[in-house]
């Protein structure tokens, strides 16, 4: 059985506690949790305020969800890493297991070395780095993924497998077969059209280009399950299915509507594979 994280690109316009709240009511096993802004994305901030801290703290601990992930941490040209630093002490303080990165800077050297700097400071606070390429950025494949970590010669650091990115970069469920699994401690239950989103390369302000054609698992063109039947079994799974931007719905309701359209598909899926 996969444990299910709500994911914030899920309820992007919903504040902290509301969000915590809303995975909590939906029934989710954890949540991620935003903690930096993601360009083009609404973004609440909770680090250095002290009343938005002490009340996330608050609602984890009457929710008892825990933190898979702290997001996102883009590295673009102009990232300062230390910058990063309140955000990684306070995922650490709520019990974060992984600090999901983007990478999106186009000199790879000053990318490379800034990964790993960043690598660095998260293990300092005994978190782990999650890289999470997507077919817009710089880091767009699983090829460039595993070079960047690589050459980062971080051995703590993992991959956050999106399965939208994975299936438009043109990799198979095969080339998931030769990985350690050490690197896979979690994956992204994603899908949506196989065309790719416009290319965001190098632009700061429109990450949020192709959510608005996400869909609910099952119901796009990613081939979920073959991936899945490669990827360690009960592996935990980070939802992110964006609302439609044309419908009007309470974040709880959202919650509810993605856990539930994610259960049924995994369902779905187990009764399939356990057919002789």
Known sequence: MNKLFLAPTTLPDTAAVEYIEAASAAGFDGIGLRLNRSPGLPFYPVVGDASATRAVRQALASTGLPV???????????????????????????????????????????????????????????????????????????????????????????????FLHFARSGCSPEDLRSLDPKLLPYAQITDGPLAPAASNLGSADTVGTGLADRCMPGEGGVPIGDILDVLPAGLPLSVEVPPPPTLSVSAKDWAKTVAKGTRRFLEVYRSARERP
């Open 68 to 162: 898979l992930d702290i997001l996102s941490f883009y590295l673009q040209a102009e990232t300062a890493v230390g910058g990063f630093e309140g955000a990684l002490e306070l995922g650490a303080e709520i019990g974060a297991r992984y600090v999901m990165v983007i990478g999106d800077d186009p000199q790879w050297s000053r990318l490379r070395d800034n990964f790993g700097r960043l690598c660095g400071m998260a293990a300092g606070f005994k978190l782990a780095c999650s890289l999470e390429f997507a077919t817009q950025r710089r880091i767009g494949s699983l090829p460039d993924a595993l070079r960047l970590i690589a050459e980062a010669g971080r051995p703590d650091t993992v991959l956050c497998l999106d």
